[in-house]
C-alpha cells in the first residue's frame, strides 16, 4: 500500500480502539522500553506529547518515569512551526507550562531550547510502519524534517498501536528508518 492508503486505513482503525486499550498499550510499550533499553549513555531524550484528538500513544508514562527512575537524563518537548512544517525542541520539567497549538498539540510556552545535537534518543509517533523501520505519520514530514537536524546516530524509537506492515511502497529519499519500534509488549528491530 502507499503511504495515502496506508493513513487512511489506520486512521480508522485507531477509532476502533477502546480508551482502556489505549491506555494498556500506552503503559505496555512504556515498560517494554525500560525493559529493553540501556539508557547509560543517553543524557537527552526527545519525547512527543500526544495529541488528545488523535487518541497517540500517551508518552506521559515515559516521561513520569525517566523524571523518577532517571532524573539525570533531559526530557525534550516539540513545539512546531505549523507555517515551515519543522519541530524545535524545548527542555520539558515539570514546572513546564503547556499550550495547544492551532492543531490542538500541546506545545511548552516560555521552555528553553535544547540543541538538536545533544538529543540521544527520539520517540517518534506514526499511524503504521513496515519491516524496513519507516514510518507514516499524518503526512507533514515534520519528524523526517526534525530528524534530519538531529545526529546522524540519533537513536529513534517508534510507537505505535499496531504490528508492522510489510512495505511502505512509496517511501522517499527524505523518509528516515527508526531503530528500533515498540507496540505494547512487542519491540520491533531493524
Known sequence: MKKKEIRSYFLNERKNISSQKLDELSRESSDCFFNNFDLKSIKCAHIFLPIPLKAEINTKYLIDRFWNDYPSIDISIPKSDLNNLTIDSYYFTPTTVLEENPWKIPEPMHARPTPH?????????????????????????????????????????GLAYFPSIDIIEDVDQYDIPMNYCIVGKELYRF
Not at 128 to 140: I, L, M, N, Q, S
Not at 142 to 148: A, K, T
Open 117 to 157: 545535537e545533544l538529543i540521544d534518543l527520539v520517540f517518534l509517533p506514526m499511524l503504521a510502519f513496515d519491516k524496513k523501520g519507516f514510518r507514516v505519520g499524518y503526512g507533514k514530514g515534520f519528524y523526517d524534517r526534525f530528524l534530519g537536524t538531529c545526529r546522524a546516530n540519533v537513536l529513534k524509537v
